[in-house]
Nanobody, 118 residues
Framework: VQLQASGGGLVQAGGSLRLSCVAS????????MGWYRQAPGNQRELVAN???????NYAGGVKGRFTIFRDNAKNTVYLQMNSLKPEDTAVYYC?????????????WGQGTQVTVSS
């Protein structure tokens, strides 16, 4: 499975962006799609993820501002980011975890830069 992310850019504080990530190929079984981010000098961290059944999970700092949702028919996950802050500036990475019966397997998309100016 390959992941293709898009939607990053430059936005002023308080603005919005929507990231998209399309997974090519067939995804079967239990899976989790999510977004991580990495700012310069920091470790990659989870932003949000969504299980194929729809359950979502958010990092504390983005709750109430970001919304993750997915279109299973299109193998696509979205991250709607509102009320953006300068500290949201990072490279955002799409992630897919698939369970095949023997364990979880990760796929990563290329990063997309999000820059929030103050």
């Amino acid at each position: 499975v390959q992941l293709q992310a898009s939607g990053g850019g430059l936005v002023q504080a308080g603005g919005s962006l929507r990231l998209s990530c399309v997974a090519s190929g067939t995804i079967s079984g239990a899976n989790v799609m999510g977004w991580y981010r990495q700012a310069p000098g920091n470790q990659r961290e989870l932003v949000a993820n969504i299980i194929n059944g729809g359950t979502t999970n958010y990092a504390g700092g983005v709750k109430g501002r970001f919304t993750i949702f997915r279109d299973n028919a299109k193998n696509t996950v979205y991250l709607q980011m509102n009320s953006l802050k300068p500290e949201d500036t990072a490279v955002y990475y799409c992630n897919l975890k698939v369970y095949d019966g023997s364990g979880w397997h990760d796929s990563w998309g290329q990063g997309t830069q999000v820059t929030v100016s103050s």
